[in-house]
Each structure stands twice: as structure tokens, then as C-alpha cells.
């Protein structure tokens, strides 16, 4: 008899709560969007100028999660957390001391965006390996961290700005992700046999009757599946679905601001739209367990451009609201089952250092889509032509989705 069934807990989840902390920190990134109209103000930059930040972010967050992931794949996850953290919160409290934009790019673009590559493949991949049965559902408690990051860090950030000023809000963002990364190392652990145990579920049994169990049992490395068709299809899915996302997380706060909404309620909106994600990651999770995960990704996908073409007629705070409460949820369904999906095709053997290579589809949105909105507005006084493009990527990448396999 294993330690699994000799314990009534089973430490598998305790490594999913540090990595719903990792991936909390991710939403230190979308709290930029809260500081885009002071930097404007203060430093005279275009929209254009400042959206670059995150361009040179998305880059070095893919940097990060390659590197990252094949160090978590070969070494102790813990340290790499750690020095991960320290990173992080040093990166947030340089921003402090800005006066050029040169000095953003390196503090939030470099430092930080290196540091984000803690907070979305290590943990994916961990706890994939922690978990038979109940895959989905782990996966998404853990992705939740994503919407709960969001859902407090923009408002919070918001409020800090209004309270202290942006300098001090950067120097309080820099200590709380330092302590909240610092947490999640003292927890995690990469194996479980690192601790003695089986994943939760791991026997013959339990794996024929897994609704959604792995292709094959070849447990791929990164360089044989990097020369799979489904490789490529999966890492174009991601780029498509990144482009809008980027765009409207970059960019909804001032398009909100645009057409009369008060900032501190186009930062709450974001929150909210991290928030109402909580609920969509494990319904996304019980639904993959069941239906699978190319089905949740595809139809979220699909539902998510539909609302980016609506947010073209927001013009209210109760037309934001719905618009953030519907993609939430489709978003949070969606955001938290692609990496499942990516454990599905191609095992977890190295699905750290997979999902890196497979993230470099958000470095390139990143470098392309908050520039070139930013540009469309500064050209033509509207994100209309963005809004449309970004509903149509939505929609491509929700036909590869159902594709993939």
C-alpha cells in the first residue's frame, strides 16, 4: 500500500495551492495597465511609446519560460522559485526610480518579464504530475491564481496609485510579490515521489477511466515535439488567442476612460474580469475532465471573440460589466485548459520546457498587438479596427483547438 492510501491528505494539494501562488503573480503584469495614463502624463509618451513596455516584457517573459522550464525540468523547482522572487519584487521596486522609458524596459520588460516565466509553465507542469484523476480540476484551482491575481492586483494597484502615488505603488508591489513567491517555495514540490508518493490516481484502473487520458504514453521530450505538426498547430492557437487578450488587457482601461468610465471602474473591470475568470478556470476544469480539453479550449475560444466584437458598443459601465462578467468566464475556461491541453498531447516528462517553446506564440503577440493597437488609436481616435482583429484571432484559434490532437 502506497502513501497515498495510508494518508487522508494528500500533499498533491498542497503543491497546487504554492502554484496558485506562482501563478497569482502573474497578475503584477496586468496591473501595468493601471499606471499607462500616468506615465502618459508625466513622461509625455503616446500610447504607442508606452504599450512597447509590454512588448519588451512578453519577450523576456518567454525568455524566462524557456530557461525557467527546462531549469525546473532538470533541477529543484524550490530554488528556482526563490530566485524567481527575488527577481520579481526587485524588478516591480526599480520601477520606482524611472525617468526615462529606457528604464521601464529594463526594470519592468527585463527584470520582470523574466520573472513571469515562474508563474505560468512550472506550475502547469507540476501539477500535471501530481495528478491522474481529477487532472482538469487540479489544473484549474491552480490557473485560478491567474484570475484571483488579476482580480486583486489592478484594482490594488489602482488604489495605491490614488493613495501614495505611482513611485511608492511600485515599491509596495515589489515587497508583496517577493513574500507571495517566497511562500509558494517553501511549498512546492516538482515530483511526488519527491515526497514518497504516486499521483493521485495513478493506477491501471484509474487510468482507463480517465475521461481524458494522454494520447500515449511516450511522455515526449521538447525537440521530439517541436518536430510534430501538433506542436506547431497548438503553438499557432496560442498565438491567436494571445493577440486579443494582450490588446484588450493592455489597452481596455484607457478605451474605457475613452468613453467616460472613470478609471478607478475601468480598473475595477479588469479585476472583475480576473475575478469572474476563477469561476470559468474550474468550470473549465470539470468540463475537460469530462468532455476533454480540446472541446473547453475551442468553444471558450470561440465565445471569447465573440465578446471582443462586443466590447466595440461598450459605451457604459453596465455594458463593461457584461461584457467583463461573459468573458471572464470564457477567458478563465479557456486560459486554464491550454495548458492541459498541452500535457494531453505531449505528456510531462518535459512539459515545462514544452510550454516554454510553446509561450513563444505570446512573445509574439506581445511584441505585435499592444504597439499596433496603440498605433490604430493614435491614427484613427478608435480601437474599433483592433477590437475587430483581435475577435477574428479568437476565432482562428478556436478552430485549431478543436483541430489539434
Avoid at 120 to 132: E, G, K, L, N, S
Wanted: net charge positive; charged share 10%; glycine share 10%.
Amino acid at each position: 500500500m502506497d502513501k497515498t492510501s495510508q494518508s487522508k491528505f494528500f500533499y498533491g494539494w498542497a503543491v497546487v495551492a504554492a502554484c496558485f501562488l506562482l501563478t497569482f503573480s502573474f497578475g503584477f503584469f496586468y496591473g501595468y495597465g493601471a499606471f499607462f495614463k500616468e506615465f502618459t502624463a508625466e513622461f509625455g509618451w503616446s500610447r504607442a511609446e508606452t504599450s512597447t513596455v509590454v512588448s519588451v516584457n512578453t519577450i523576456f517573459y518567454v525568455i524566462g519560460s524557456i530557461i525557467i522550464g527546462w531549469l525546473s525540468d532538470r533541477y529543484k523547482l524550490r530554488w528556482i522559485v526563490l530566485g524567481a522572487a527575488i527577481l520579481f519584487g526587485a524588478g516591480l521596486a526599480l520601477c520606482s526610480q524611472i525617468h526615462a522609458l529606457w528604464q521601464l524596459h529594463i526594470f519592468f520588460g527585463v527584470m520582470v518579464g523574466f520573472a513571469l516565466g515562474i508563474a505560468y509553465a512550472p506550475p502547469t507542469a507540476a501539477v500535471q504530475r501530481w495528478f491522474v484523476k481529477r487532472r482538469g480540476l487540479a489544473l484549474g484551482i491552480t490557473l485560478a491564481g491567474l484570475g484571483v491575481g488579476t482580480a486583486v492586483m489592478t484594482p490594488l494597484s489602482a488604489y495605491f496609485i490614488t493613495a501614495y502615488g505611482w513611485r511608492t505603488s511600485y515599491i509596495l508591489m515589489g515587497i508583496i510579490v517577493f513574500l507571495i513567491l517566497a511562500i509558494a517555495a517553501l511549498l512546492v514540490v516538482k515530483h511526488p515521489e519527491d515526497k514518497g508518493l504516486k499521483p493521485y490516481g495513478a493506477t491501471t484502473e484509474s487510468v482507463a477511466e480517465s475521461p481524458a487520458p494522454l494520447p500515449d504514453e511516450r511522455n515526449w521530450t521538447a525537440k521530439e515535439a517541436l518536430r510534430t505538426k501538433s506542436f506547431w498547430m497548438a503553438w499557432l492557437m496560442w498565438l491567436f488567442f494571445s493577440i486579443p487578450m494582450l490588446v484588450v488587457m493592455t489597452h481596455i482601461i484607457p478605451h474605457a476612460q475613452d468613453v467616460g468610465i472613470s478609471q478607478v471602474a475601468a480598473a475595477g473591470a479588469v479585476g472583475l474580469i480576473g475575478a469572474i475568470s476563477i469561476i470559468g478556470r474550474i468550470v473549465g476544469g470539470v468540463l475537460a475532465d469530462k468532455i476533454g480539453f480540446n472541446r473547453v479550449v475551442g468553444f471558450f475560444c470561440l465565445l471569447c471573440g465573440v465578446m471582443v466584437a462586443f466590447l466595440i458598443a461598450v459605451k457604459s459601465v453596465s455594458m463593461l460589466y457584461l461584457f467583463v462578467v461573459i468573458l471572464g468566464l470564457s477567458y478563465g475556461a479557456k486560459a486554464s485548459m491550454a495548458g492541459g491541453l498541452i500535457g494531453h498531447l505531449f505528456g510531462t516528462k518535459s512539459l515545462s520546457a514544452i510550454l516554454g517553446f510553446v509561450i513563444t506564440a505570446w512573445a509574439v503577440a506581445g511584441i505585435v498587438a499592444p504597439p499596433v493597437a496603440g498605433y490604430i488609436f493614435d491614427k484613427t481616435a478608435s480601437y474599433n479596427i483592433a477590437f475587430i482583429i483581435g475577435a477574428v484571432s479568437f476565432a482562428i484559434s478556436g478552430a485549431l483547438a478543436l483541430t489539434v490532437s
